[in-house]
């Protein structure tokens, strides 16, 4: 009885903190996580990029490059992908016919844009496709140093231009990690980004640990390293790319406002997005398992007490027996304050 009451309130409460623990074993570990690896783009961040630069190359011109590349991007469900076809259409460009639409994952996409082949993407894709875009690294790096991610577009095989896309910092994501450190917890920042925009992020938040350009196959491992590290490791995401990562985790921490493949492989859900909800989570974690302690002794003094007086280990000596309505009542009292002291956690400071 003890514990299963104890997990009901401590979920019950978890709930108005906007908090969700899918099961026992997530109340558990949480407090003893020691290492925190967070997914950036909509963990972190907003999860919503803005277009903020385009620089196009040789004669194409920076509207006929958002309108391509806009097109190209239609298709695809990345948050950079919807920061350039919202620029497009904030600009009113008309869409064109697309063809043979491809997305390779943590790489960009390629397709056929009214004839013409149009990529858009990292680095690795450029090369992949042969696109020589050393031209472009100069001006690439003065968008990465200023926090911004870079995405490539390449037309006809010929690098055409590139954008810069920033996605805002939650207002609560500074909080967050500052009451994260404070109670010991590492924190190390994982990212498809490259290195230099992953640490213009990383340094605003004072994150000292980055690993940047990592595939969406990597990040599970990465979580693996750490545990093998002998690290307790909490890994916090929110997209399709981040649940293999938050099930090898010993606590996968799902944002609400992501995706339902994420919140499926997590033990912990965040309803709102708030990183601050961890840390008081961490706290729950700790007064649940302390009243679980507390329930466990309670229960068994009343039986280490009761039992052997309903056996009749007085009788010899003074006679005495427990009568049945006693033994009942006094089963009725155990249960009565092993419940109420687990609903104190109902009125626990977190």
Request: net charge neutral; glycine share 10%; charged share 20%.
């Amino acid at each position: 009885l003890a514990t299963p009451m104890s997990i009901m309130v401590a979920m019950g409460k978890g709930a108005t903190m906007g908090v969700l623990f899918r099961n026992a074993e997530a109340i558990e570990l949480l407090r003893n996580v020691d290492t925190l690896v967070i997914d950036k783009t909509g963990t972190l961040t907003e999860g919503k990029p803005k277009l903020l630069r385009i620089v196009a190359a040789g004669s194409m011109g920076e509207t006929d490059l958002l309108r391509l590349a806009a097109a190209a991007e239609r298709g695809s469900e990345h948050p950079i992908a919807a920061a350039i076809v919202q620029a497009a259409e904030a600009q009113r460009l008309s869409a064109s016919t697309i063809s043979d639409f491809q997305s390779m994952a943590g790489h960009g996409i390629q397709a056929r844009i009214d004839g013409q082949a149009v990529a858009v993407g990292n680095q690795a894709l450029m090369r992949k496709l042969g696109i020589d875009v050393a031209a472009l690294e100069t001006q690439a790096d003065v968008l990465r140093r200023e926090g911004q991610t870079v995405a490539y577009c390449g037309i006809g095989g010929r690098a055409a231009g590139i954008f810069g896309v920033a996605d805002p910092i939650k207002d609560t994501t500074t909080a967050a990690l500052q009451s994260l450190r404070d109670d010991g917890v590492r924190l190390v920042m994982l990212t498809g980004d490259s290195q230099a925009t992953a640490e213009a992020v990383a340094g605003r938040l004072k994150i000292d640990e980055v690993i940047a350009d990592v595939r969406p196959e990597q990040k599970g491992q990465v979580v693996t390293r750490l545990q093998d590290e002998g690290r307790i490791v909490a890994m916090a995401g929110d997209g399709i790319n981040d649940a293999p990562a938050l099930a090898q985790a010993h606590v996968g921490i799902a944002m609400g406002t992501g995706t339902d493949v994420a919140m499926e492989s997590a033990g912990v859900t965040l309803v709102k997005g708030d990183l601050r909800a961890i840390a008081r989570a961490r706290r729950l974690s700790r007064l649940t398992m302390i009243n679980i302690r507390q329930n466990l002794f309670f229960a068994f003094v009343y039986n280490v007490i009761g039992v052997p007086v309903a056996a009749g280990a007085l009788y010899p000596v003074s006679g005495m027996l427990l009568s049945p309505m006693l033994a009942a009542a006094a089963m009725s009292f155990s249960s009565v304050s092993v419940i109420t002291n687990a609903l104190r956690l109902r009125r626990a400071t977190v």
